[in-house]
């Protein structure tokens, strides 16, 4: 059974950085794709970043140069690295693993096959 599991949300201040994990467990496939999404109540969950198998990685336009994705084969750990947040960044958070896609089709939510439960991301201006 797949598992993904994220922890590292919190509240900051705008300008703060905060780094969100995802520890996935029962995952084995070797083509894949696994990112993070985020959504506002009443908004669609958007893609934010995603790496695959190839180690490609995508990010929305709104995030680039400010978030950086990784991931720990060993600790079978995704990361999501977030600087220079602002109040805009607020939502909740989501892993996400898809079993065949790769490249910027991972940034769509149809594309992932196995969700996290969120953790949530607070920005203060």
């Known amino acids: 059974q797949v598992q993904l599991v994220e922890s590292g949300g919190g509240s900051v201040q705008a300008g703060g950085s905060l780094r969100l994990s995802c520890t996935t467990s029962g995952y084995h496939h070797s083509t894949y794709c696994m990112g993070w999404f985020r959504q506002v109540t009443g908004k669609e969950r958007e893609g934010v970043a995603t790496?695959?198998?190839?180690?490609?990685?995508e990010y929305a336009n709104s995030v680039k140069g400010r978030f950086s994705i990784s991931q720990d084969n060993v600790k079978n750990t995704l990361y999501l690295q977030m600087n220079s947040l602002n109040p805009e960044d607020s939502a909740m958070y989501y892993c996400?693993?898809?079993?065949?896609?790769?490249?910027?089709?991972?940034?769509?939510?149809?594309?992932?096959?196995?969700w996290g439960k969120g953790t949530l991301v607070t920005i203060s201006s």
């Open positions: 790496l695959d198998s190839d180690g490609r990685t």
């Open positions: 996400a693993a898809s079993a065949g896609y790769k490249g910027a089709w991972c940034l769509r939510s149809y594309a992932m096959d196995y």
